[in-house]
């Protein structure tokens, strides 16, 4: 099963493809997409949108995972990340992909066994995991393989499908 992880974003979303069909998960890919800084917001959305869907054509994921919205300080970026939120999932649906999502101490939990756990801890759990020599950079692409590294540990019988 290859599981797209997405870590979103306003301008930077991160990506990560897993192969979680073996005995250990394998990295497959991980990146970022990335807008158009000081763009409009809508025009942004599109390219996100449209760098999503052929991203999703090139990888041909099986399922796809997305970290939740949980907690924002600043209502602007909130907004911006909300609706980058509604932008993904509608090429994940698109794609007719499943869609699942999970909330960052979720995500801290399935990977370090604490849900307040740091992000430096995060990214070498999936360094470690992933069987890789240095941990993913950018820090958007580690964060969206954790969010594929933990669907594939989620109880199959407590799984969510949006």
Known sequence: MKILGIDPG??????GLVDGSG??????????????KGADDAVR????????????????P??????KLFFVQNITT?????????????????HAL??????????KMA????GHAKKA???????VQLGLKKKPTPDDAADALAVALTHLAAPKADLKRI
């Open 10 to 15: 306003s301008g930077t979303i991160g990506f």
């Open 23 to 36: 005995r250990t998960p394998k990295m497959i890919d991980g990146g970022v997409i990335t807008t158009t």
């Open 45 to 60: 959305l599109l390219e996100l949108y449209e760098s999503l869907k052929e991203l999703i054509a090139e990888l041909n």
């Open 62 to 67: 099986d399922v796809a995972a997305v970290e």
């Open 78 to 94: 909130g907004m911006q990340v909300s609706q980058a939120r509604g932008v993904i999932l509608l090429a994940l649906i698109e």
């Open 98 to 107: 499943p869609i699942y999502e999970y909330a960052p101490n979720e995500i």
């Open 111 to 114: 990977m370090t066994g604490y």
């Open 121 to 127: 801890q995060i990214q070498e759990m999936v360094r």
